[in-house]
C-alpha cells in the first residue's frame, strides 16, 4: 500500500462522513413526514460544503504519486477534513429533535459555522501550501489573496446576523468554488 493510499484512506471516511450527514439532512427536508421552515441561505450553504467536499476529494487525487508525506502535509489534510465535516455538523444537528426552522438552526450555529470556516481557510492555506511544494508547482499570489479576502468575510459573517450578507457571502462562496474547480 502507497503513502497515498494509506493517507487517503482516512481523509476520504472523514469526507464521506461529512457526506452522509449533509445528505442525512437532505432526506429529513426531504421527508413529507416533516415540516420544517427552510432557509435559501442554510441550503446554499448546503451545496457549498457539498461542492467543497467533492472537489477536495477529487483534487486530492494529484498527490497520487507522493511517495511520502510529511508530517505537516497529513496534518494540514486531516484538519482541512475536519474542519469541513464539522461545519457540516453545525448545519444539520447531529442528536436531538428534528429542525423545524433552518433559519433559527442556522442562526443558531452561525458563529461557530464561520469560525470554523476561518480554521478551514488556515488548513486550505497550508495544504495549498505544502501541495505545492511536494508538486513543485509555484503558489500564486492570486491564491493567497483570495484565502485572505475569504478569511476576512467569515470573520464578519461570523459577527453579523444580517441575511442579506449571509445570502451575499453564500452566493460569492459558491462561484469562488466553481472558479476553483474550473481553474485547477
Partial sequence: MSAFEYLSVFVSII???AVV??????????????????????????????SL?????????????????????????????????????LLFPVRGKEVDDFHAQFEMNRVR???????????????????????????????????????VLFGIASRTSSPRFHGAFAVAFFAFTIRWILTE
Avoid at 122 to 131: C, H, I, Q, S
Fill in 15 to 17: 469526507l464521506g462522513l
Fill in 53 to 89: 467536499i467533492t472537489w477536495v476529494w477529487w483534487a486530492n487525487w494529484q498527490l497520487n504519486d507522493i511517495e511520502s508525506f510529511s508530517p505537516v502535509h497529513y496534518l494540514s489534510m486531516v484538519l482541512f477534513s475536519v474542519a469541513l465535516y464539522l461545519m457540516c455538523g
Fill in 21 to 50: 450527514h449533509l445528505l442525512g439532512g437532505v432526506s429529513l427536508i426531504l421527508d413529507r413526514r416533516v415540516i420544517a421552515k427552510l432557509y435559501w441561505v442554510h441550503l446554499l450553504w448546503v451545496l457549498n460544503m457539498f
Fill in 113 to 151: 459555522f464561520f469560525m470554523l470556516g476561518q480554521a478551514l481557510l488556515v488548513a486550505a492555506f497550508l495544504k495549498g501550501w505544502v501541495d505545492r511544494q511536494v508538486l513543485e508547482e509555484p503558489d500564486t499570489v492570486e491564491r493567497a489573496v483570495m484565502l485572505a479576502c475569504l478569511v
